[in-house]
T-cell receptor, first 114, second 112 residues
């Protein structure tokens, strides 16, 4: 199993550009989520999904969209990038949260918005 | 909303010294998880604590969950250079489908 796969690893955008961060998992996990990591602020939840076709907002959802058309994929879209979105983005998955299963993280995407 | 705080934010230790990071939640937690992130890497699950007052050990690492289930700690005995990284605690957020809310992390640096 590859686990959680994120692409790209690095990306530089200009303000106003759009892009999609890809995330795929092959563990048949129901729960998937996106976090951003900024210095001193830990990991903050952007959006999450509890299953195909179901998504919801996390702590910092503004400026981001998500969709979950399949169990495996959970892309994160930036419609109009802003410098405040410069961060490291992690996708994570878990079997469930009924007993708060552990999260499996992807390797991250380092995004810079100029 | 729910807040999870960690102290200290940074810690420099000499190799062989002990290290402790503390985690406090604004709400009672059903459980708490700890993760380690190596420099340039991604967070990796270490352990989950569920019971009030629970203590678990992994080799030189000792994890505690407070009696009120609002605080936790991670203690490393005789640190090694392999312990370098950022340690995060995380608790389920009832307002976000029980997804995890993470503390700000404690970055551990070990001088050989």
């Amino acid at each position: 199993n590859a686990g959680v796969t994120q692409t790209p690893k690095f990306q530089v955008l200009k303000t106003g550009q759009s892009m999609t961060l890809q995330c795929a998992q092959d563990m048949n996990h129901e729960y998937m989520s996106w976090y951003r990591q900024d210095p001193g602020m830990g990991l903050r939840l952007i959006h999450y999904s509890v299953g195909a076709g179901i998504t919801d907002q996390g702590e910092v959802p503004n400026g981001y969209n998500v969709s979950r058309s399949t169990t495996e994929d959970f892309p994160l879209r930036l419609l109009s990038a802003a410098p405040s979105q410069t961060s490291v983005y992690f996708c994570a998955s878990s079997y469930s949260t009924a007993t708060n299963e552990k999260l499996f993280f992807g390797s991250g995407t380092q995004l810079s918005v100029l | 909303g729910q807040q999870v705080m960690q102290i200290p934010q940074y810690q420099h230790v000499q190799e062989g010294e002990d290290f402790t990071t503390y985690c406090n939640s604004s709400t009672t937690l059903s459980n708490i998880q700890w993760y380690k992130q190596r420099p340039g890497g991604h967070p990796v699950f270490l352990i989950q604590l569920v019971k009030s007052g629970e203590v678990k050990k992994q080799k030189r690492l000792t994890f505690q969950f407070g009696e009120a289930k609002k605080n936790s700690s991670l203690h490393i005995t005789a640190t090694q250079t392999t312990d370098v990284g950022t340690y995060f605690c995380a608790g389920p957020n009832n307002n976000a489908g029980n997804m995890l809310t993470f503390g700000g992390g404690t970055r551990l640096m070990v001088k050989p």
